[in-house]
């Protein structure tokens, strides 16, 4: 594995794998209900259904802040994983979330997340949470602004200690 | 008719009884982190109580970072509703979060302070720690645009 020249990225192949170390062996993605709806090299796009248990406001339904802070911070980190040739595990060492308006009730919310550097310590990413009007499909293209919750800059260390999931995944391990 | 009326019966009567327990239930997604609040020597102490549904990393296993930034923001918007006279919801502007060590699978606490109040933005500073307050596990700064 390790000495292999990089790979064409091959979205087929690639995809059920991503999905399956994103929810099956990261415990909180999969509590949230987060799904990965879309993905490219170095980005990822996932959806957060809506449900009662996520609500901030409960008159309105709209969901707490703190769901939208999660859902940027997988997509950020899975983001990071797509644009590696080989797995290596990850931490986020920040994240700066600026919220542009509530989340609209009782929808689901969408985020993008593109790692557009990989260092060899340091990923950088640019996220954006969305909302779509009924009807319209999430695709792997950046969202009209109109249509953006919040926006997000993060920055994700890369490990040396421990294994990732996404490498166990890759290689057919749970 | 204002996004508060839920909220404002349960935060007047933990404002004179001390009981913020029931506001933090009135929450869903604070319930789901299993949030509580204890005020310990006029400081609001927010502890979200570990539950494997936490976790990120379980090879370590670490709590998602995810949870660590739903605490902070918890701890903060707390922290508005304990120390200020007025009852408006606060609206969140932004925030920005450090992770500053691995969260292990161990209760989390957190407590925030206002660094500064305008007339209409308040800044707030958040800080989150598991077994030694000396060695946070996250720290969180935030500014809410306060709507009275």
Redesign the interface.
Known sequence: MSDEAPRPFDRDRAFPIVQSAFRDMVPFNAALGLEVVDIAPGVVVLKLPWRQELVGNPRTGVLHGGAITALLDACGGASVFLKMQKPIPIATLDLRIDYLKPAAPKRDVFARSECYKLGRSVAFVRAIAYQLPDGEGAGSSEPKDGDWVATAAATFMLSTKGDSVMGRASRGEK | MS?E???RPLLARAKTDGEWQPLVD????????GLSIKIEDGEAICRMKFD?????????P??????L???L??AAVFVLFHAREAVA?P?????????LR?ARALDTLATATITKQGRRVTAVQAIAWQDDRSRPVAAANAHFLLVD
């Open positions: 996004d009326d839920d909220l009135a929450i869903p997604f604070a319930r789901y982190l494997p549904k936490l976790v990120g990393n379980y090879t370590i670490a709590l998602h970072g995810g949870t930034g739903a605490l923001e918890s919801l609206k969140i502007i932004n925030v920005t979060i450090d992770y691995s």
